[in-house]
Structure formats: structure tokens, C-alpha cells
């Protein structure tokens, strides 16, 4: 599963078969290529996926593997504060990846997944993310829905334009909560 473009939700990959998931970062950078041209600029992924093989893979194409660095540190304080701060801000945006399987889990049941056969789960799985991308769908033509009221309302009451999109701005911040 990855969050990917505006904050859908994707599903790659179910396998009930045990497998190392570091496999899967290459076919997804190239996966990512096929779609937009290019390979993406960086790769924020767990610990698991900071292997010789991606790493080599991402320093030849010039994707940048957020994560610790192999060997010693540099002597340079400067340029080891430079890598700690573009760890921490890579590390934020995985957070992102982390809260939405915790959405996932939590408010979709992904983590109560009770059928028998496997076509079955595959199934219930697949529904709880077109069930997370519809609900984001929702919430964006909500947005609009009401931000465009909110346009008619402030032409007609130009004086009102802090008041009305105070609660619009509110809105779109309490959904950045849930957001998926």
C-alpha cells in the first residue's frame, strides 16, 4: 500500500506467500518511470528497504534513498547536520505513508480482516481501498462544494470574506487529520 499521488491510497501488492517486501522498491521506481518519465527525486522508505541492492540501484539512477548512511560519519559537522536535518523532513513525509495504514487499520478494519479463502480477504481488502479513495473523493468535492458557496456568498458580502472562509480553512485542517 502506498499513499500516493494527492493523498490516494494504492494497493501493489497482496501476496500470502512469504517475501522479503525490499524486492518490491525497484519495480516501483521503474513502475513510478513508466508513469511520469522520470524516476522520482527521492524515496522515503523503512529500514527493511536501505539494502546494497536498492541502494546501488537509487545512486545509479540518481534517486535519493532517505535513510542512515553507510560507513562512518563525515568529519564535517556541517555536512552531518545538513544529512540529519534532510533525514528528519524525509522521515516526516514517511510519516505520512505510516498514518495512512494506521487509517487503514483503524477506520477502514483492514486490521479485522476475518475471511476464509483467500480471494476473499484479496476482496475485502481491495473494497477498504476503494472505500478510503471514495471517501477522499468526498471530502475534496465537499470542499469545493463549499468553497464555491462560499465565493457566491463573499461576491454578494465583500466585507464578509475573513468570516466566510475562516470555517472553509477550519475544514480543510480537520480533514488534513484524517486524511488518507
Avoid at 494497493?11 to 519495480?27: C, G, V
Avoid at 513508466?34 to 527521492?42: A, D, F, L, N, S
Avoid at 483503524?106 to 477498504?128: H, P, Q, V, W
Avoid at 456568498?153 to 484524517?178: C, G, K, N, T
Amino acid at each position: 500500500m502506498t499513499p500516493g499521488r494527492n493523498g490516494f491510497a494504492f494497493l501493489h501488492r497482496i501476496s500470502w506467500d512469504p517475501y522479503n517486501e525490499a524486492e518490491d522498491l525497484i519495480a516501483q521506481a521503474k513502475k513510478y518511470k513508466q508513469e511520469y518519465g522520470c524516476y522520482p527525486e527521492r524515496i522515503c522508505a523503512d529500514r527493511i528497504y536501505l539494502n546494497t541492492k536498492n541502494r546501488n540501484f537509487c545512486t545509479r539512477n540518481k534517486i535519493r534513498l532517505s535513510g542512515k548512511r553507510l560507513g562512518r560519519p563525515p568529519k564535517d559537522p556541517e555536512i552531518s547536520a545538513a544529512h540529519k536535518q534532510q533525514v528528519s523532513a524525509d522521515q516526516r513525509k514517511r510519516n505520512e505513508v505510516e498514518g495512512c495504514f494506521g487509517t487503514g487499520k483503524r477506520k477502514y478494519s483492514l486490521n479485522l480482516i476475518m475471511a476464509r479463502l483467500s480471494k476473499g480477504a484479496e476482496t475485502l481488502i481491495s473494497m477498504a481501498f476503494v472505500v478510503m479513495c471514495a471517501e477522499k473523493i468526498l471530502r475534496l468535492l465537499r470542499l469545493f462544494f463549499v468553497t464555491v458557496c462560499a465565493w457566491f456568498y463573499a461576491w454578494q458580502r465583500p466585507d464578509a470574506l475573513l468570516e466566510v472562509f475562516r470555517p472553509i480553512w477550519q475544514l480543510e485542517m480537520d480533514d488534513s487529520l484524517i486524511a488518507v
